[in-house]
C-alpha cells in the first residue's frame, strides 16, 4: 500500500485513463468502507453511496452530462472556449460504475452537536467521505473522476432518492491504464495551481 502521503500526490480527477476494467468487489467495498470511516459532526455520518452498474443508466446520465456541458461551452467567451474543448469531463462509460454520494441533513434529528451554529458541517462530512474514498481507491490503483456537470433534480430522480436526499457527487470509479502526473486542467491550460506562499497566512489574512 502506498502512503496516505504518496496517496495525495497520486490523486487525480480521472477522465480519459479508464480502463473498462471492472473493480472487484471486495476493492469496492474496501473503498467504501474507508470513506465510512470519515469523521462526521455529530456523529451523524450524513453520507449513503448509490452504486451504479447498469449500462442503461450509465448511458443516461452521460447524456444528460454531455447536454449540461453544451450548455457550459456557450456561455463561454471565444477564448476559453478554445481553451475548454478539448478538455473531457467526464469518464462515466469508461469507468463502468458510478457512486453517487449523498447528504441527508435531517440525519441525527434537530439537535445537531457542532452543527448549531455553522449548518453547513454536515456537508463538509459527507465531502470528507469523498476525499477518503479517493484516496482509498489510489491506494487501490482505482481511479475517481467527479463529475459536476448536471442538473440535481435529473440525478434525484434518476437514483429514487427521497426529498431529504441531496446528490453531491457522481463519482466516477473504475480501473486505470495510468495516472495523469500532472491535472488536466492544468495540462490543457484551464488554470495553474497556486503556490503554497500563496495560500498560507499567519494570525490574519493577507490581500
Excluded at 467567451?77 to 458510478?98: C, H, Q, V, W, Y
Excluded at 490503483?141 to 426529498?163: A, H, M, N, Q, R
Aim: glycine letters at 8%.
Amino acid at each position: 500500500m502506498v502512503s496516505v502521503y504518496e496517496a495525495i500526490r497520486r490523486r487525480r480527477d480521472v477522465r480519459a485513463e479508464f480502463s473498462g476494467e471492472p473493480v472487484a468487489d471486495d476493492v469496492l467495498l474496501r473503498i467504501l468502507e474507508a470513506a465510512h470511516h470519515a469523521p462526521s459532526v455529530g456523529n451523524t455520518q450524513p453520507w449513503d453511496f448509490v452504486v451504479v452498474r447498469d449500462t442503461g443508466t450509465l448511458d443516461t446520465f452521460a447524456e444528460h452530462v454531455a447536454t449540461a456541458r453544451r450548455d457550459f461551452a456557450e456561455s463561454l467567451p471565444a477564448d476559453r472556449l478554445d481553451t475548454f474543448n478539448p478538455i473531457k469531463i467526464d469518464g462515466i462509460r469508461e469507468s463502468g460504475m458510478g457512486i453517487v454520494v449523498t447528504y441527508d441533513g435531517s440525519r441525527g434529528g434537530p439537535n445537531i452537536l457542532g452543527r448549531h451554529t455553522v449548518d453547513d458541517t454536515g456537508l463538509f462530512s459527507a465531502v470528507l467521505a469523498i476525499q477518503n474514498l479517493w484516496l482509498a481507491a489510489v491506494a487501490e490503483e482505482v481511479g475517481v473522476g467527479w463529475v459536476s456537470f448536471y442538473d440535481e433534480d435529473y440525478l434525484t430522480e434518476l437514483v429514487g432518492l427521497p426529498s431529504t436526499v441531496r446528490p453531491i457527487a457522481w463519482l466516477c470509479v473504475g480501473k486505470v491504464t495510468a495516472f495523469q502526473q500532472v491535472p488536466d486542467l492544468e495540462r490543457f491550460g484551464w488554470r495553474q495551481r497556486r503556490s503554497l506562499s500563496d495560500a498560507v497566512h499567519f494570525e490574519t489574512y493577507r490581500a
